[in-house]
């Protein structure tokens, strides 16, 4: 008991909690008590699938700060699955970029924000909301996701990317280095 104790208290609960049932409980208070669930086994690694997208903004922000802390005093390693590339920015070291289940980008976070080598990634950064009211500037949405390349041996992005050639549609680039600690799936990658 004294165990559950400590691992309750280091998520910022109260023992008192452990008497009450789970309809008694804010969404905050769930996600804590799911990290705390997480960690009693004092694992090396977490998988985190969209662990904040369901809470209000500033519980989001209160649990990334947990979870944070956590990684830094007890050394666990989150892979961190989310589509908010904000959150993404925020709590990660290393992104790999996902296209229809593939790894299209990898690398260190600030590395690839700050210059995204896969259209496909450049797309995505280029659609998060930029908080400055006077920005009217809207991104250019890509073109549907045809059926039939899901299937072919074609890169997948291909119908939907401007820089698309022959080659291109048909063979799939495979991940390859571009930088130190970047890789990218992409004949054509991003300067």
């Known amino acids: 008991m004294?165990?559950?104790?400590?691992?309750?208290?280091?998520?910022?609960?109260?023992p008192d909690i452990l008497s009450r049932y789970p309809h008694e409980f804010s969404g905050g208070q769930r996600q804590r008590i799911a990290i705390a669930r997480a960690l009693i086994t004092e694992p090396e690694l977490i998988v985190a699938d969209e662990a904040v997208s369901a809470l209000d903004v500033s519980i989001q922000a209160q649990i990334l700060n947990l979870?944070?802390?956590l990684k830094e005093s007890s050394g666990v390693t989150y892979l961190f699955i989310s589509h908010d590339l904000n959150v993404v920015r925020?709590?990660?070291?290393?992104?790999?970029?996902?296209?229809?289940?593939?790894?299209?980008?990898?690398?260190?976070?600030?590395?690839v924000f700050a210059g995204p080598a896969h259209p496909y990634t450049k797309s995505l950064i280029d659609a998060v909301p930029?908080?400055?009211?006077?920005?009217?500037?809207?991104?250019k949405p890509l073109p549907p996701e045809p059926e039939l390349y899901r299937r072919s041996r074609a890169c997948p992005?291909?119908?939907?990317?401007g820089k698309a050639n022959d080659r291109c549609r048909r063979e799939a680039p495979e991940l390859a280095g571009i930088a130190s600690g970047r890789m990218v799936a992409c004949f054509y990658p991003e300067d």
């Open 67 to 69: 979870m944070m802390d």
């Open 2 to 14: 004294a165990r559950v104790e400590a691992v309750v208290n280091s998520v910022s609960l109260r």
């Open 157 to 161: 992005f291909s119908p939907r990317c």
């Open 90 to 111: 925020h709590v990660t070291d290393h992104v790999a970029v996902l296209y229809l289940g593939r790894i299209v980008e990898r690398g260190p976070t600030a590395q």
């Open 130 to 139: 930029k908080p400055d009211p006077k920005s009217r500037r809207r991104p």
